[in-house]
């Protein structure tokens, strides 16, 4: 049987998603399946895999989506160091939020206790 596996997210150096792309596609060629997955990507590119499973990846799909970081609590010098990045690359950040049609709206702010 084929398979077409359209996924939101993909690395090609690791992490979770790309772990669970990885052994899903050894699983289907276990099973004599032939599993294609279709993913979004800097270039185009196809990854050879397990049996006949395949990665494609799409440089032309742009996926918008929410994106939220947190630091644990007592990692003040890390959070420092991430909101000094972030002012320095505001500029940018704003243009690829502006090139995506993102809106920009303030912050809430949340209770300290």
């Not at 050894?26 to 397990?50: F, S």
Request: glycine share 10%; net charge neutral; charged share 35%.
């Amino acid at each position: 049987m084929r398979i077409v596996d359209v996924n939101e997210f993909y690395s090609p150096t690791g992490g979770g998603v790309r772990s669970y792309i990885d052994r899903k596609l050894a699983v289907m060629a276990t099973l004599g399946h032939e599993l294609i997955v279709i993913a979004p990507g800097r270039e185009d590119r196809v990854e050879y895999r397990a049996g006949k499973g395949r990665v494609i990846v799409e440089g032309f799909i742009k996926f918008d989506y929410e994106i939220s970081m947190g630091v644990r609590k007592g990692e003040d010098a890390f959070k420092s160091e991430l909101e000094g990045i972030l002012d320095r690359r505001r500029a940018a950040i704003r243009k690829i939020l502006d090139e995506f049609g993102v809106p920009i709206v303030a912050a809430a702010e949340t209770s300290k206790e």
